[in-house]
């Protein structure tokens, strides 16, 4: 990084000590600028997508963030993330992660989207009480177990192009969840739980290019309590 690059990072960095939200987005940087950390205190918004970042310093310093975007960069793990009391939106799409952290003290999340990452198992993210959007979309999720989907909060779950061939009954007992998306996988007509169709809150169910046909889902038991949802939340929108 020449000093001219140094020069406009330790800018915005200043000026970010003022206005609480720093854009780094595509400047290259193959490390986390060391100077961000002078500001850790005040800064609500970060960025720093589009970068080449394989490694985060701990952000324990970052009490106020509240949005943190790093799509786009080389990192294979979150753990130096925790704790962030106050975040509710965090993006790391098109990265190396190999596993969802737990979040244990980010207690306002609001949104994780880690799609397009090298994750293997579904986290298990109860224990976060305004979760409303989890994208998963394009990782290597395999199945939904039992025990790590059941009282989960989100109103949205993207599930699409992952490797999925089962999904546990208990997400039919996730009380928000409205919109369910799990296209591109692996689930024969068997694993689609009866209790998800018959039972569930989900009014938008996305089940196109797994190994099984449309006609041979609608003859499915539960299929018409499922779409009598779907048409009611259509009324609605209209």
Request: hydrophobic fraction near 35%; glycine fraction near 6%.
């Amino acid at each position: 990084m020449g000093n001219t690059s140094s020069g406009k990072i330790k800018d915005h960095v200043s000026t970010a000590g003022k206005t609480g939200a720093l854009n780094l987005a595509d400047r290259k940087l193959n490390s986390f600028p060391s100077d961000v950390l002078s500001v850790a205190g005040t800064i609500r918004s970060l960025d720093l997508s589009s970068n080449k970042l394989k490694s985060l310093p701990s952000f324990e310093k970052f009490q106020e963030l509240k949005q943190l975007n790093l799509d786009r960069n080389r990192l294979e793990s979150l753990g130096s993330l925790l704790p962030l009391p106050k975040l509710e939106s965090v993006s790391v799409s098109e990265n190396q992660i190999t596993a969802c952290p737990s979040f244990t003290s980010s207690l306002n999340l609001k949104e994780i989207h880690l799609p397009f990452n090298q994750i293997q198992t579904f986290p298990s993210l109860s224990h976060l009480p305004k979760l409303a959007v989890l994208n998963l979309k394009g990782n290597r999720i395999e199945s939904i177990p039992d025990g790590v989907i059941g009282g989960l909060q989100a109103e949205e779950i993207n599930l699409d192009n992952n490797k999925l061939c089962s999904i546990s009954s208990e997400i039919a007992t996730c009380p928000r969840l409205k919109t369910l998306r799990l296209q591109e996988n692996v689930l024969s007509l068997s694993a689609i739980p009866r209790a998800l169709l018959e039972e569930s809150s989900v009014s938008l169910l996305t089940l196109e290019g797994n190994l099984f046909n449309s006609k041979d889902l609608e003859e499915s038991p539960g299929y018409a309590k499922y779409m009598d949802r779907y048409t009611a939340t259509k009324k609605k929108m209209a």
